[in-house]
């Protein structure tokens, strides 16, 4: 089973750029897909990125596409996000999350067993 750490969230002026971080314990990390999403108050966890266990494969919502970077470094065991030209609308609690092993990334949230606790994101205008 594995246990996951966020950090790295923080407040920024529109246009800024912030690097999320979300460090893993635990199991073989190779082998989870991971994810992060984001949920900002009275809304839904929505997805924001996704990437393989290998690293090979991502996805990205189409909202942050272009201004975000999912990437992992497997001998650290730890999955980034790096936000660019943030925006007042990227404000919410980002979460890392984890496939169960040699599953496939996904944009669905209930394919991911595994959370991080979370790290506010604020973006002012």
């Known amino acids: 089973q594995v246990q996951l750490v966020d950090s790295g969230g923080g407040l920024v002026q529109a246009g800024g750029s912030l690097r999320l971080s979300c460090a893993a314990s635990?199991?073989?990390?190779?082998?989870?897909?991971m994810a992060w999403f984001r949920q900002a108050p009275g809304k839904e966890r929505e997805f924001v990125a996704a990437?393989?266990?290998?690293?090979?494969?991502?996805n990205y919502a189409d909202s942050v596409k272009g201004r975000f970077t999912i990437s992992r470094d497997n001998a650290k065991k730890t999955v980034s996000l790096q936000m660019n030209s943030l925006q007042p609308e990227d404000t919410a609690v980002y979460y890392c999350?984890?496939?169960?092993?040699?599953?496939?990334?996904?944009?669905?949230?209930?394919?991911?067993?595994?959370w991080g606790q979370g790290t506010q994101v604020t973006v002012s205008s």
């Open positions: 999350a984890a496939t169960t092993p040699y599953s496939s990334p996904s944009s669905n949230k209930d394919w991911y067993p595994y």
């Open positions: 635990g199991g073989t990390f190779s082998s989870y897909a």
């Open positions: 990437i393989s266990g290998s690293g090979a494969s991502t």
